[in-house]
């Protein structure tokens, strides 16, 4: 079963989809995280084909939008990590709170951004048991290297960012943030899955994730995929690697 929900993070509205799969459960169940100006939804509906992977194996999927993006309330300008993490934590509750969910068996998965509020996530709350990271971003001052937009943020008080609009207050808050020194603190398993040509992220970002944690851990390169994984080939093998991840760990 696919049905649209909503939850509310910080007196706005979030809008996602929640998957089922056949039965009463109760299941172990993944929240997956988009990335920065992504949706819940995510480039050739990659995160539609993972959640269904995910029922597959007999586990609950969930994707929202984050405040500001997509369907939700809020704008996109005022949007930032510290938010989104918040917003993250609140998805863990909106399962928990779900008589298909087993609440003791949460796993999250993110991309790029999204990656960084997973790996936060699973560092803050202890109800996180599995964790798998898509080209996921490490090192925030990759936001720092964007030169010109940083320069109109502290010169106007906002980027223009292809059209979303992106307060300074972003930058401010991002400085404070560090999903390495968070995910320190989480003892479960982690997949990290990159492409090696990825022109967004760097390769490099999957090895600092991997020295970061201290549990057991998997690194799956995917060899001349991009960003989002924008091939079926590529695609295919970063959603049966991670549903089978998850399967085999929830």
């Not at 509310?8 to 172990?28: A, D, R």
């Amino acid at each position: 079963m696919e049905k649209p929900v909503t939850l509310v993070s910080q007196g706005e509205q979030m809008v996602g989809m929640l998957h089922l799969p056949e039965g009463n459960g109760p299941f172990p169940a993944v929240a997956i995280y988009h990335g920065f100006t992504g949706t819940k939804v995510e480039p050739h509906r990659l995160f539609v084909k993972m959640s269904r992977a995910l029922v597959q194996k007999g586990i609950v999927a969930v994707s929202f939008d984050f405040r500001g993006s997509g369907d939700s309330e809020g704008d996109f300008a005022d949007m930032t990590v510290s938010g989104e993490i918040a917003d993250a934590i609140r998805v863990l509750d909106f399962l928990q709170e779900q008589p298909e969910v087993d609440g003791e068996r949460l796993g999250v998965l993110g991309l790029s951004m999204g990656g960084a509020i997973a790996a936060s996530v699973a560092g803050l709350d202890k109800r996180v048991k599995c964790l798998a990271l898509w080209a996921a971003v490490a090192k925030f001052d990759i936001f720092e290297r964007e030169e010109e937009l940083l320069r109109q943020a502290r010169e106007q008080g906002y980027a223009d960012i292809g059209g979303n609009v992106l307060n300074y207050s972003f930058y401010e808050d991002v400085r404070k943030q560090d999903p390495l020194a968070l995910l320190a603190g989480y003892p479960g398993p982690a997949l990290i899955v990159h492409g090696d040509a990825d022109p967004t992220v760097p390769v490099e970002h999957a090895d600092f994730y991997y020295e970061a944690i201290t549990g057991e851990k998997e690194k799956f390169i995917v060899s001349g995929a991009d960003h989002t994984f924008n091939r079926y080939e590529w695609e295919r093998a970063v959603i049966d690697k991670t549903a089978a991840w998850f399967h085999s760990r929830l």
